[in-house]
């Protein structure tokens, strides 16, 4: 049997074309994530100075969470992702309302999210493959960081206490590099350790604004 090679090519690049066209539709349960998790750390850190900033100079810090949840609102993901995009948008915008609310003179305290947190983990981690699991970390990415200031850390016996909160902020400030954020994160270290509050929560705002600085790569390695 005799093969009409012209026939044969066409028609394998037929089949070719048909595939491409059909992948082409494909979409990954992914897309997006890796974008949607840098979001997650952006939040992260604006509520953790947000969290530590006096009510008279939380503008710059809301501005900055607004303009986060608008990069999250107008962020690709894939239909799988949706659902958990929708719940975190929720979460900020709650979140920012409530700070607008507090700078208008309201003295309520922002309200607990952990059910809303943990939906939103799970709807994420659906689409990652990767088996949900509440943790601490994933509730700090998307709640205020001043919720960490619960369980204050002692500072280390070998260390006057009346000097530790004060030495570790120096030395974080030391250790800090120049820009916009970092420039922020220093301000706010250097607040916290003169606020007047007792000394072991002082030096657990301070740690928490350490993981900050680490997460937006401000610290000198």
Known sequence: MRINKKVFVTATFGIFTLTLAACDGFEAKDEGLADLGKIEQRWDDGTAVAGHTGRNALSGAVQNLQAVKRD???LKVSKCLTEAKGILIEIMATTNQEYLEFMGGANHTLTNK?????AYAAARDKCSGKKHTQSVETAAAVKPAAAAVAAPVPPPASVPRGDYAQQLAAGLNQNMLHGPAC????????QIANNGMPENVRVAQLDSMEKSATRAHCLVE
């Open 183 to 190: 420039d922020s994160l220093r301000q706010v270290i250097s």
């Open 72 to 74: 999250l609102e107008s």
């Open 114 to 118: 952990d059910a809303q947190v943990d």
